[in-house]
C-alpha cells in the first residue's frame, strides 16, 4: 500500500512536470558574434523575450512549440522545440545592396529664400506687420471711411507681434 502511495506520487511528479512549461535558456548569434537585442517568440504561448548583451535568453516554452528569432536585418529563423536543453540559433545576415543613391539639392539666393519662408511662416509675418495700423475704405462714397486694424495694433504693442518681429 505504502508503495503504490509512492508510485502515485512519483507519477504524478512525473506527469506534472511533463505537463508544465520548461525555462528553456540558450544564445543568439551571427557568425559567432553574439547578437544583443535579438527577439525570441514563443508563438504557441505567446511570450516573448529579448537578448542581453551577451545573447543569451530564457524563454517558457512546451514540447512542439513554434519559436521564433528575428533582429534587424537578419533573415527569420523558426524552431521546433523538442525538450532540448540549451538552444543555440545562429541568425544570418540579409544581404543587399542599393543600385545607385542619387542626391539633389536645390540651392535658393536669400531673395528665393527670405519669400520661401514668408510663404511657410506667413502666420509670423502676418502678426509681425506693424505697418497699415489705420487704413482707408474709399470703393463708394456711401460707405467712405477710415478705420483701425485691430491685428496692425495687436502686433505692434503685444509680446507675440515684437518676437514676430524678431524672428523676420
Same mark, same amino acid.
Given at each position: 500500500m505504502n508503495q503504490l502511495r509512492l508510485l502515485l506520487v512519483f507519477i504524478f511528479i512525473c !506527469?506534472?512536470?511533463i505537463l508544465m512549461a520548461q525555462a528553456v535558456k540558450g544564445t543568439v548569434s551571427s557568425?559567432? &558574434?553574439p547578437l544583443k537585442g535579438a527577439f525570441i517568440k514563443n508563438v504557441s504561448k505567446k511570450s516573448l523575450s529579448? #537578448? @542581453?548583451n551577451d545573447g543569451n535568453f530564457k524563454i517558457e516554452v512546451f514540447k512542439g512549440d513554434t519559436i521564433i528569432t528575428s533582429f534587424i536585418g537578419y533573415? #527569420? @529563423?523558426t524552431l521546433i522545440y523538442? =525538450?532540448?536543453t540549451f538552444l543555440l540559433l545562429s541568425l544570418h545576415t540579409i544581404s543587399g545592396t542599393l543600385s545607385e543613391v542619387v542626391i539633389k539639392g536645390n540651392h535658393l539666393n536669400s531673395l528665393q529664400q527670405y519669400k520661401k519662408n514668408q510663404q511657410i511662416y506667413r502666420q !509670423? &509675418?502676418?502678426i509681425g506687420d506693424n505697418s497699415n495700423i489705420f487704413f482707408a475704405n474709399m470703393k463708394s462714397i456711401d460707405n467712405a471711411g477710415i478705420g483701425i486694424n485691430i491685428d496692425a495694433l495687436? =502686433?505692434?504693442?503685444s509680446k507675440q507681434g515684437k518676437d514676430a518681429r524678431r524672428l523676420q
Amino acid at each position: 500500500m505504502n508503495q503504490l502511495r509512492l508510485l502515485l506520487v512519483f507519477i504524478f511528479i512525473c !506527469i506534472t512536470n511533463i505537463l508544465m512549461a520548461q525555462a528553456v535558456k540558450g544564445t543568439v548569434s551571427s557568425n559567432f &558574434y553574439p547578437l544583443k537585442g535579438a527577439f525570441i517568440k514563443n508563438v504557441s504561448k505567446k511570450s516573448l523575450s529579448v #537578448t @542581453d548583451n551577451d545573447g543569451n535568453f530564457k524563454i517558457e516554452v512546451f514540447k512542439g512549440d513554434t519559436i521564433i528569432t528575428s533582429f534587424i536585418g537578419y533573415k #527569420t @529563423d523558426t524552431l521546433i522545440y523538442h =525538450s532540448q536543453t540549451f538552444l543555440l540559433l545562429s541568425l544570418h545576415t540579409i544581404s543587399g545592396t542599393l543600385s545607385e543613391v542619387v542626391i539633389k539639392g536645390n540651392h535658393l539666393n536669400s531673395l528665393q529664400q527670405y519669400k520661401k519662408n514668408q510663404q511657410i511662416y506667413r502666420q !509670423i &509675418y502676418r502678426i509681425g506687420d506693424n505697418s497699415n495700423i489705420f487704413f482707408a475704405n474709399m470703393k463708394s462714397i456711401d460707405n467712405a471711411g477710415i478705420g483701425i486694424n485691430i491685428d496692425a495694433l495687436f =502686433s505692434n504693442f503685444s509680446k507675440q507681434g515684437k518676437d514676430a518681429r524678431r524672428l523676420q
